[in-house]
């Protein structure tokens, strides 16, 4: 296994790297998609989409073949009638809305999801969502957010969710003699937030997470919030908690040993933790982790990797596969290159990393032909494509879908990238 580089104050990797801006056709699912695993994180929450029979079909597709009892998101269609202006969208919209509350009394939040056509006729959902609330509050809380996918990618869903939540949360009374309290910020698998909460409370430090997995239990934010960012495609929901007084934590993303290690250290050092609490409290699962790792060092050392921009996990995720993993960066392209919420990130990436943001899909996937690349990483839609060139590609969906943060993921996260290579030498065997 190669061994960490320590980051050091002189580093700075791809700090002030050139990066490639590229404003062509993209090729990215939009931002609906984020329902899957927000609907899975906030328990008691609905998400109605308000669309067409496509995005009906998206969430459906990227859902898999789920059987729901009692589903826990639907579209509301928007058919050629309301298109054609011939019925009122507001009043249909507010009966399916009527409909689904009556039959469902466990939903007490509900989000009204914009789509492309919800759009298209301008139907206004935060009046329909002010409306509603109005009607079925204090039991139902009804927001608004779009998931339509022009000029998106999807991870924008989340952010825009947690950013059309923030204004519900309760506000942290101001006080001198109080300690900071420490927020974690992005949607984390129910495992993986169980886990960090035990890793925190080893340092004596009560956490809260948001989203919740209860909406009646909203964190409280405020000045004395110290937000820690778990996803680094946060950048509305990061801006509008800094609105209400919270303190951005400087830290990477805790993805690999490293990223977890520094995460940790960093909220702990704004928290005022002493070092040796946290290296006790790090020290077993730092080793477990590194044991874990090293048994996909072999498959994936030297090995080259050629990102298409699409979840925005890009750049930490490269840094974990070169760092701890000794592959090759061939290029890290990236939706948005968030600077600020990157800059550790970026110090670590090897130095001369191409780096590029936005796509002009054809000219990229010129460039990964000429770079042929062990394992390249895409949308769904360009996977079938580059694996019949023979490349092997790994969805990048399924970083988002799949538990990586974190130790105890550190060697599913590797895994996720030896698979398919390994499935690729079978093949050719
Ligand atoms: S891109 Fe637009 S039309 Fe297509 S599924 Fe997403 S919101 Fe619906």
């Known amino acids: 296994m190669n061994a960490v580089i320590p980051l050091h104050l002189a580093d700075a990797g791809c700090a002030d790297a050139p990066v490639l801006r590229e404003r062509g056709q993209r090729e990215v699912f939009c931002g609906l998609t984020g329902i899957i695993w927000l609907h899975r994180k906030i328990q008691d929450a609905f998400f109605l ?24 998101f639907a579209t509301a269609i928007i058919d050629e009638r309301d298109l054609a202006g011939l019925a009122d969208a507001n009043e249909e919209l507010d009966r399916v809305v009527s409909r689904l509350l009556e039959r469902r009394p466990d939903i007490r939040l509900l989000f009204l999801v ?12 935060s009046r329909a969502a002010q409306r509603l609330s109005q009607r079925f509050l204090p039991s139902v809380r009804v927001l608004n957010y779009s998931g339509s996918g022009i000029e998106t990618t999807f991870t924008q869903g989340e952010d825009a969710c947690l950013a059309a939540l923030v204004p519900e949360l309760p506000e942290l009374p101001e006080s001198p003699t109080q300690a900071p309290q420490l927020l974690v910020v992005g949607t984390l698998a129910d495992v993986v937030e169980d886990q960090f909460r035990r890793l925190f409370s080893a340092m004596g430090l009560q956490v809260n997470f948001f989203p919740p997995r209860n909406s009646q239990a909203l964190p409280a934010v405020g000045p004395g919030t110290r937000l820690l960012l778990a996803q680094p495609f946060l950048g509305d929901t990061a801006r509008a908690l800094e609105g209400r007084g919270a303190q951005r934590v400087a830290a990477p993303f805790p993805l690999g040993v ?41 498959a994936l050392g030297g090995r080259s990797i050629f990102f298409f921009p699409d979840s925005q996990l890009e750049v930490p995720i490269a840094r974990f596969l070169a ?78 879908f799949t538990p990586i943060q974190g130790f105890e993921q550190a060697a599913d996260l590797a895994e996720l990238f030896a698979r398919p290579l390994l499935r690729r030498q079978l093949l050719a065997a």
């Open 114 to 125: 914009g789509s492309c056509p919800s759009e298209v006729i301008k139907l206004d959902l």
């Open 258 to 298: 490293e990223g977890s290690t520094a995460w940790f250290e960093a909220a702990a050092q704004v928290m005022g933790v002493p070092p040796e609490r946290v290296a006790q409290a790090l020290a077993a699962p730092q080793e477990r982790a590194r044991q874990a790792l090293a048994r996909h060092a072999q």
């Open 323 to 400: 760092r701890e993993l000794g592959m090759r960066l061939l290029e890290v392209g990236t939706p948005y290159l968030h600077r600020q919420h990157l800059a550790q990130e970026l110090a670590w990436l090897p130095e001369g990393t191409p780096l590029s943001e936005g796509q002009d899909v054809e000219r990229q996937i010129e460039r990964c032909r000429a770079a042929r690349p062990d394992i390249v990483v895409c949308g769904l839609g360009l996977a079938n494509p580059l694996e019949s060139e023979g490349l092997t590609t790994k969805w990048s969906i399924e970083l988002v």
């Open 49 to 72: 989409v308000v669309g067409s029979r496509t995005c009906a079909h998206l969430i459906q597709s990227a859902a898999g073949v789920m059987i729901f009892a009692e589903p826990r």
